[in-house]
């Protein structure tokens, strides 16, 4: 009869198993989530993204996580220079 009751060894794959498909599950909503929220420099690579996550799962996660930077916008950061703007107003 210990064919058929589960051992100790049996539920710690499983809990493993579990914990292992519980924190992909999270990688992957964190990737969808995060390209939702993006701007790309091309319109259609977000639908090319999404399309890439869901259809392979593994792969496609875990490349997103690590190319998406490369794909995103980059934005100019606010550094305005206000030394000329005031030396031309004190000349007039």
Do not use: C, E
């Not at 496609?60 to 030396?87: D, V």
Request: aromatic content about 16%.
């Amino acid at each position: 009869m210990d064919l058929v009751t589960p051992s100790n060894g049996l539920l710690a794959w499983q809990l493993g198993g579990f914990l292992v498909m519980i924190g992909y599950f999270g990688f992957t909503i964190y990737a969808l989530i995060d390209m939702i929220r993006s701007d790309f420099r091309d319109q259609h690579m977000k639908l090319i993204w999404a399309w890439i996550i869901l259809m392979a799962p593994v792969i496609g996660t875990f490349l997103y996580l690590s190319m998406n930077r490369r794909t995103k916008r980059k934005f100019r950061k606010f550094n305005p220079n206000f030394s000329t703007h005031s030396k031309l107003t004190n000349q007039s």
